[in-house]
């Protein structure tokens, strides 16, 4: 029994009771009033305070468009020009995986999920005690969301931190992401100039120029505002450039509550909420077609001692009260959550993750980043955490899902023969057609008796996580780029995984 239970377990499911983009917004942290409220103050901020630093493509477009500089030499955007780039921003943004599969819809409150954080620090299985992050980590990392189904899309998890060029980093994580899964990839860049020859590689890869603008399988942003209310010139030149993927735009803004914005959290909310919108702005004044992903992620300080949190109740709300704003202006949203302050994969780490994670898909984040592997406030990524989150997110999606009520979910008829008929619902035609379609199983969490746990060695979550890390990354080496292809990437560009540490039997798993 343990055996077939094991490799029901290890084999991908084809029938889940969730997926991709189930309908989120469900928890409103704020009221309609205070929807209203805070509109009003981030107009006013806009408007009043304005942006410092624009750079100057975002300047001179924005001053064409009516926008000012204040006396305080700050790029200031009136209400009337924020309120039609809201209503003529794109409202939907689609993501291609290689595979269509993979495809999502973003937008309207629809959840998904993805693996980010750009932690420079991994815990390999087993360990305790963090080591750099390398070029081949991503590489893993990417294998494994490849494999994790309920992890939508990619983000660079880790930073290849013996990259010493910036360009060659760039390069080799858009390789490596793109060799590992068929997922949607969302790309990084440490300088605008990186955009381009990142970008010739991966037409390489798709087959042609036109074929990758076809189905534009990565995408690029950045974070183009430092807090407080101050553009970024590199990120911001990023954002700017990225609009040549063809792809949404994503830009994340984290202001932390306590030091860089308000300790207040509605204040928080207000300035992370107004950042982002400066970014999307940016964008909007250069190309106002190309749609941008939204990301407030108002951040936490402990105000004992200033540091930042990611697994506080604070930091849950303000994160879920960020992601409605912009639900409320019906844009595409993310948000960073499941940044646990733990630095092991134990329970603190499951309790701040799920508190985060959850309140983010009730709140209907379109994209709920940083929720599968991290750990250390965003310093380091597990494996061995990124697979039992896999776990946790099912769990999460279920209850976005909710409960469907109808006259065949009412069961009336159901409960009437079975009273009249064997007393139980087991054999029922209800209960075996919803075996898989209604409920979500957990690839890891133990749900055998006590005595069956002893028998089998009492197995905590991590090592059941560790060995199915071993599993697949021992196995899953995927060919997603051609050899012909490969070999002229590897001709033209710096690529520093070697081709034997991309196939079995390299003695790393």
Same mark, same amino acid.
């Given at each position: 029994?343990?055996?077939?239970?094991?490799?029901?377990?290890?084999?991908?499911?084809?029938?889940?009771?969730?997926?991709?983009?189930?309908? !989120?917004?469900?928890?409103?942290?704020?009221?309609?009033?205070?929807?209203?409220?805070?509109?009003?103050?981030?107009?006013?901020?806009?408007?009043?305070?304005?942006?410092?630093?624009?750079?100057?493509?975002?300047?001179?477009?924005? +001053?064409?468009?009516?926008?000012?500089?204040?006396?305080?030499?700050?790029?200031?955007?009136?209400?009337?020009?924020?309120?039609?780039?809201?209503? /003529?921003?794109?409202?939907?943004?689609?993501?291609?995986?290689?595979?269509?599969?993979?495809? %999502?819809? @973003?937008?309207?409150?629809? @959840?998904?999920?993805?693996?980010?954080?750009?932690?420079?620090?991994?815990?390999?299985?087993?360990?305790?005690?963090?080591?750099?992050?390398?070029?081949?980590?991503?590489?893993?990392?990417? /294998?494994?969301?490849?494999?994790?189904?309920?992890?939508?899309?990619?983000?660079?998890?880790? @930073?290849?931190?013996?990259?010493?060029?910036?360009?060659?980093?760039?390069?080799?994580?858009?390789?490596?992401?793109?060799?590992?899964? +068929?997922?949607?990839?969302?790309?990084?860049?440490?300088?605008?100039?990186?955009?381009?020859?990142?970008?010739?590689?991966?037409?390489?890869?798709?087959?042609?120029?036109?074929?990758?603008?076809?189905?534009?399988?990565?995408?690029?942003?950045?974070?183009?505002?430092?807090?407080?209310?101050?553009?970024?010139?590199?990120?911001?030149?990023?954002? @700017?450039?990225?609009?040549?993927?063809?792809?949404?735009?994503?830009?994340?803004?984290?202001?932390?509550?306590?030091?860089?914005?308000?300790?207040?959290?509605?204040?928080?909310?207000?300035?992370?909420?107004?950042?982002?919108?400066?970014?999307?702005?940016?964008?909007?004044?250069?190309?106002?077609?190309?749609?941008?992903?939204?990301?407030?992620?108002?951040?936490?300080?402990?105000? /004992? $001692?200033?540091?930042?949190?990611?697994?506080?109740?604070?930091?849950?709300?303000?994160?879920?009260?960020?992601?409605? %704003?912009?639900?409320?202006?019906?844009?595409?949203?993310?948000?960073?959550?499941?940044?646990?302050?733990?630095?092991?994969?134990?329970?603190?780490?499951? &309790?701040?993750?799920?508190?985060?994670?959850?309140?983010?898909?009730?709140?209907?984040?379109?994209?709920?980043?940083?929720?599968?592997?991290?750990?250390?406030?965003?310093?380091?990524?597990?494996?061995?955490? %990124?697979?039992?989150?896999?776990? +946790?997110?099912?769990?999460?999606?279920?209850?976005? /899902?909710?409960?469907?009520?109808?006259?065949?979910?009412?069961? &009336?008829?159901? %409960?009437?023969?079975?009273?009249?008929?064997? !007393?139980?619902?087991?054999?029922?035609?209800?209960?075996?057609?919803?075996?898989?379609?209604?409920?979500?199983?957990?690839?890891?969490?133990?749900?055998?008796?006590?005595?069956?746990?002893?028998?089998?060695?009492? $197995?905590?979550?991590?090592?059941?996580?560790?060995?199915?890390?071993?599993?697949?990354?021992?196995?899953?080496?995927?060919? &997603?780029?051609?050899?012909?292809?490969?070999?002229?990437?590897?001709?033209?560009?710096?690529?520093?995984?070697?081709?034997?540490?991309?196939?079995?039997?390299?003695?790393?798993?």
């Amino acid at each position: 029994m343990r055996r077939g239970r094991k490799a029901r377990q290890q084999k991908p499911q084809k029938i889940s009771a969730v997926g991709p983009g189930l309908p !989120g917004g469900r928890f409103r942290p704020l009221t309609r009033s205070d929807e209203q409220q805070v509109h009003k103050t981030i107009l006013d901020v806009l408007e009043n305070i304005g942006m410092g630093d624009p750079i100057p493509i975002v300047k001179e477009k924005a +001053l064409e468009r009516g926008c000012f500089m204040n006396e305080h030499g700050r790029l200031c955007f009136p209400r009337a020009f924020v309120e039609d780039a809201i209503a /003529r921003a794109p409202k939907n943004a689609h993501f291609f995986g290689r595979d269509p599969r993979h495809d %999502m819809d @973003v937008g309207d409150g629809r @959840v998904h999920t993805y693996g980010g954080g750009e932690a420079v620090n991994m815990l390999d299985v087993g360990a305790s005690s963090y080591r750099p992050s390398t070029l081949a980590d991503l590489y893993d990392a990417a /294998r494994l969301v490849d494999r994790m189904d309920n992890i939508h899309a990619l983000a660079r998890l880790v @930073v290849a931190t013996e990259i010493e060029d910036q360009l060659t980093c760039d390069i080799n994580s858009a390789y490596v992401s793109a060799a590992g899964t +068929l997922k949607h990839t969302q790309l990084t860049f440490a300088d605008a100039s990186h955009v381009q020859p990142t970008l010739e590689m991966l037409y390489m890869i798709a087959g042609g120029k036109e074929k990758f603008h076809e189905r534009p399988f990565c995408n690029g942003g950045g974070c183009p505002v430092i807090s407080p209310l101050r553009y970024g010139q590199d990120n911001s030149e990023v954002c @700017v450039e990225s609009i040549a993927f063809g792809a949404p735009v994503w830009v994340t803004v984290a202001p932390q509550a306590g030091a860089t914005a308000p300790a207040a959290l509605a204040g928080a909310v207000v300035q992370a909420t107004a950042e982002a919108l400066a970014g999307m702005l940016m964008v909007h004044v250069v190309d106002p077609d190309t749609p941008v992903v939204l990301g407030p992620w108002p951040f936490v300080s402990d105000l /004992r $001692t200033g540091s930042f949190t990611g697994g506080s109740g604070e930091e849950a709300v303000v994160s879920a009260a960020a992601v409605q %704003m912009i639900n409320f202006y019906g844009l595409p949203s993310s948000v960073g959550a499941g940044m646990t302050d733990s630095k092991t994969p134990d329970y603190q780490a499951g &309790y701040e993750k799920a508190l985060a994670i959850a309140l983010a898909a009730q709140a209907g984040c379109n994209d709920v980043s940083e929720c599968s592997g991290m750990l250390g406030s965003l310093m380091a990524l597990s494996l061995e955490s %990124m697979v039992i989150d896999n776990d +946790l997110l099912g769990a999460v999606l279920r209850t976005v /899902r909710g409960i469907e009520v109808n006259e065949e979910t009412l069961s &009336y008829e159901v %409960m009437q023969q079975v009273v009249h008929g064997e !007393g139980h619902y087991l054999r029922t035609e209800q209960t075996l057609g919803l075996m898989r379609t209604g409920y979500e199983y957990p690839a890891l969490a133990n749900r055998l008796t006590p005595g069956e746990w002893e028998e089998a060695g009492s $197995t905590d979550i991590r090592q059941a996580a560790g060995e199915r890390v071993k599993s697949i990354l021992s196995s899953h080496y995927p060919d &997603y780029i051609d050899p012909a292809t490969d070999a002229k990437i590897r001709e033209r560009f710096p690529i520093l995984l070697a081709p034997e540490n991309m196939r079995p039997g390299n003695q790393r798993w």
